[in-house]
């Protein structure tokens, strides 16, 4: 996923992310549209091609998991498993729209390192900007000196949590909900 895509909202994962089954992980790839191009070469498929062979050599994959309420992330990683990380908040801000993509903010998003918890626990909060929307997201990079490391990420979170326009209602619905 692209924190700018063109075509997916930042925090669309909310949609979707409590319907999949089994082992799930999620990266949003910062400061990127839906090509995922001009990435300043950081990411380069490194994370997904981690994932592949630790799928094909039947390897553990890392131990860690998100939640999100209202405008917080946490995080827990489990420290048995996994010694080796870094974790970075992003956040981007748009002082007029709920428009998060490369396109309107250009490469706005910007990376903080967070301090390690002794206990594998995070929480940030997502502040509310004076003006605009604020969209934030934790990423936690796996053995990070190695070459090809894991970077997963939490599902985006936008405050205000509000749209511009209210929920569509079809006077003539074609289907369920």
């Not at 939640?67 to 748009?94: G, L």
């Not at 002082?95 to 594998?120: C, K, Q, Y």
């Not at 997201?137 to 997963?152: G, H, K, M, R, S």
């Amino acid at each position: 996923n692209a924190t700018g895509d063109e075509f997916f909202i930042t925090d669309s994962w909310q949609f979707y992310w409590d319907d999949l089954k089994g082992e799930k992980y999620l990266q949003y790839i910062p400061n990127t549209n839906h090509s995922l191009k001009n990435n300043d070469g950081e990411y380069n498929m490194k994370s997904l091609t981690a994932f592949y062979k630790a799928v094909i050599s039947d390897s553990q994959r890392p131990s860690f998991n998100w939640s999100v309420s209202n405008d917080s992330i946490y995080m827990h990683v489990d420290h048995s498993m996994n010694s080796d990380y870094t974790i970075k908040q992003w956040e981007a801000v748009n002082d007029e729209t709920r428009d998060f993509r490369v396109d309107a903010i250009g490469r706005s998003w910007i990376a903080t390192t967070l301090p390690r918890s002794d206990v594998g626990r995070y929480a940030v909060q997502i502040t509310q900007p004076e003006n605009g929307y604020k969209a934030g997201l934790l990423e936690i990079t796996f053995n990070p000196d190695d070459e090809i490391p894991f970077t997963f990420t939490s599902g985006t979170v936008v405050t205000p949590n509000t749209y511009p326009f209210s929920d569509f209602i079809s006077k003539d619905p074609k289907g369920t909900r």
